[in-house]
């Protein structure tokens, strides 16, 4: 692999530090415009001040403790601190950056690529907007990317021990969003490496399970002593789906305006606490019966209108894909450029997908593609979601395309 060197990673660092400085200093670094923001604060100051993580974070069920005890951590047990906690963002955000470049150069073995690869990720706007606020998309996507690098390197020179690490940061990024659960079976990909032997492809593959495992294990099992239920990491599965297929996900998808959307906000609000107040007054209390109550819901809904359950589905499978935000969202400027980055960099992911000499890699990297659409399509999409799974396989893909299309 091509040494990108101490110069050339700094001033990656540097540049992806000051982009994400600069939004977040633009946005305040007392102020707090992230919706989700609030969950995570009360999480952090709970867990701070009692020493244990709250039964509940919002209405209805807990959010994954990840990102909670990392702001613990970050602001030295004073979370209400806002400034530590987003410059500890900022942080996160730059140093994945780093491993998407030493990322790049594992996989292309090209210098030049691994450090457009890193201009590119400093400079990413999706990127750079993740890490502004109270939010918990930098911390996984950091976990994210160093678990898919750990990995490569376990396989390129096999090493039992990086590949427990990889398993290692995939089960954490799963304690801070869970939908990277989905992505476990993909440790299992040493096995198809047929450079080596299978009992070395099996022991890194092994590995990578274990550390996973070691990794999720004790917080599955805190929650079965606190609840007496099998609660991998949290129980927002429920209403996630109950969002994403209810009749309150149709109506989202009929709106135009900004002030329509506040109206479904707050309708939708109430509608899920009047339907959480009479599950527990019918004896539901537990969270894996809180989730299932939602999860009924939601299939009563989808059984009432089969063929408006479809289209729901094609919308958000739609919601995911397509290369601009919501239009009635955003402004007109923000819509055409987005659309226009997010398309340019489609088409050349697409050639860096066609060219790429490393099969295997291209395989896993176009699964992850397929599992994140079809897993977020199925309980709930929002396009922040898509952005620490796509936008670094874009990238990654993108910049080689880019350098082979301007090579012809």
Known sequence: MPRLGPRA?????????????????????????????????????????????????????????????????????????????????????????????????????????????????????????????????????????????????????????????????????????PTSLALIPFLLAPLADRRYPFRIRSHIAGAALLGALLS????????????????????????????????????????????????????????????????????VFSPRQRARAFRDMALQDVRADPAAALGLLLQKFWFWLRPYPTTWFRSAPVVWLTGLYYGVLYALAAAGFLSARRRGVRLFALGILTVSLASHALIIVVWRYRIPYWDPVLLLYGVPGGARLLSL
Request: glycine share 10%; no cysteine.
């Open 216 to 283: 999720v294990g004790p917080w599955t099992l805190r929650n079965a002593v606190v609840f007496r239920e099998f609660i991998p990491v949290n129980d927002a599965d429920g209403r996630a789906f109950y969002e994403g297929n209810s009749v309150w996900a149709r109506r989202y998808y009929a709106l135009r305006s900004r002030a329509e959307y506040a109206a479904w906000l707050t309708a939708e609000d109430l509608d899920i606490r009047k339907k959480l107040g009479e599950a527990e007054a019918g004896g």
């Open 9 to 177: 990673l700094g001033a990656i660092l540097i540049l992806a530090a000051a982009a994400r400085l600069a939004l977040a200093l633009q946005v305040g670094l007392g102020a707090v415009q992230f919706g989700d923001a609030p969950a995570y604060l009360y999480a952090a100051e709970q867990l701070a001040r009692t020493g244990r993580y709250p039964a509940t974070t919002d209405v209805g069920f807990f959010r994954p403790p990840g990102y909670p005890a990392f702001l613990v951590l970050a602001t030295l047990g004073h979370p209400e601190r806002l400034a530590p906690a987003k410059l500890a963002n900022v942080a996160l955000g730059s140093l994945a950056v780093l491993v998407l470049a030493a990322l790049s150069a594992r996989i292309f073995r090209s210098r030049r690529i691994a450090i457009a690869t890193g201009i590119g990720g400093a400079l990413a706007p999706g990127l750079v907007l993740i890490s502004s606020d109270i939010q918990s998309e930098p911390l996984f996507l950091l976990l994210l990317l160093s678990a898919a690098f750990l990995l490569l390197v376990s396989v390129d020179r096999p090493s039992s021990t990086l590949a427990l690490l990889a398993g290692g940061a995939l089960g954490l990024s799963a304690l801070t969003r």
